[in-house]
Antibody, heavy 118, light 108 residues
Framework: EVQLVESGGGLVQPGGSLRLSCAAS????????MSWVRQAPGKGLEWVAN????????HYVDSVKGRFTISRDNAKNSLYLQMNSLRAEDTAVYYC???????????WGQGTLVTVSS | EIVLTQSPGTLSLSPGERATLSCRAS???????LAWYQQIPGQAPRLLIY???SRATGIPDRFSGSGSGTDFTLTISSLEPEDFAVYYC?????????FGQGTKVEIK
C-alpha cells in the first residue's frame, strides 16, 4: 500500500523558515516524480513544486521561486521542501504527491499545516 | 499558464441523480494530461480520472470522464451519499500544472 506521510509543519513568523518532509513507502520511490501541492484555508489546490526521479529537474510555481527548494533522498525514500522568507500567503496545508510523469498526482499524503503569522 | 475554469461553482442534487461537471481550459490541453480529483472536507484529494477518461485504481464505474481540446467533463451517473464533495480538474501537460477552482456537489 502506498503511504506518503508529511511532517514539519507548524507556526512560523513572517520571514522565517521551515523544512517539510514526506516519508514514502509501499512503492519504488526512486521511479516517481514527486510534487508538493498546497491548499490555503477554505481555498482550492495550488501546485507548488516538483522534482524528477533522479533529482535532475526541479520546477516551481512563480510565487515561490527563489524562496522554496525541493529536494529528495532516494536512499531514504524521502521528499523535502525547504521554505525560506515565508509570507502570510504561504499559510496552507501542504501535501506531497507522487506520479510517474511530470505533474501527475496519483497518490497523496494527508498533509501538514503551515501557518505564517506573527 | 493554462487557466482552468470549472462550472458550475456549486451543484445541488439528490442521491441517485446524475451530476455533470465542466472544466474549460484557456488553451488546448492534451487529453493525456487532464485529471479529475475528489476532495471530501478534512481529507486529502483523491485521484479519480487521468488521461481525461481513464479511471484510477479502485474508482467506481459511475465516475466517467470525457472531452478534448479545451472542454472536459466529469460525469457521476448516479450520486451516492459518499460522492458529495468538491471536485477539481487539473492539467499537467504544460508548466506550471494548474487546477480549476473546484465544483462543490452538495445534497439538495
Amino acid at each position: 500500500e502506498v503511504q506518503l506521510v508529511e511532517s514539519g509543519g507548524g507556526l512560523v513568523q513572517p520571514g522565517g523558515s521551515l523544512r517539510l518532509s514526506c516519508a514514502a513507502s509501499g512503492f519504488t520511490f526512486s521511479s516517481y516524480w514527486m510534487s508538493w501541492v498546497r491548499q490555503a484555508p477554505g481555498k482550492g489546490l495550488e501546485w507548488v513544486a516538483n522534482i524528477k526521479q533522479d533529482g535532475s529537474e526541479k520546477h516551481y510555481v512563480d510565487s515561490v521561486k527563489g524562496r522554496f527548494t525541493i529536494s529528495r533522498d532516494n536512499a531514504k525514500n524521502s521528499l523535502y521542501l525547504q521554505m525560506n522568507s515565508l509570507r502570510a500567503e504561504d499559510t496552507a496545508v501542504y501535501y506531497c504527491a507522487s506520479g510517474l510523469w511530470f505533474g501527475e498526482l496519483f497518490d497523496w499524503g494527508q498533509g501538514t499545516l503551515v501557518t505564517v503569522s506573527s | 499558464e493554462i487557466v482552468l475554469t470549472q462550472s458550475p461553482g456549486t451543484l445541488s442534487l439528490s442521491p441517485g441523480e446524475r451530476a455533470t461537471l465542466s472544466c474549460r481550459a484557456s488553451q488546448s490541453v492534451s487529453s493525456t494530461y487532464l485529471a479529475w480529483y475528489q476532495q471530501i472536507p478534512g481529507q486529502a484529494p483523491r485521484l479519480l480520472i487521468y488521461g481525461a477518461s481513464s479511471r484510477a485504481t479502485g474508482i467506481p464505474d459511475r465516475f466517467s470522464g470525457s472531452g478534448s481540446g479545451t472542454d472536459f467533463t466529469l460525469t457521476i451517473s448516479s450520486l451516492e451519499p459518499e460522492d458529495f464533495a468538491v471536485y477539481y480538474c487539473q492539467q499537467y501537460g504544460s508548466s506550471p500544472p494548474t487546477f480549476g477552482q473546484g465544483t462543490k456537489v452538495e445534497i439538495k
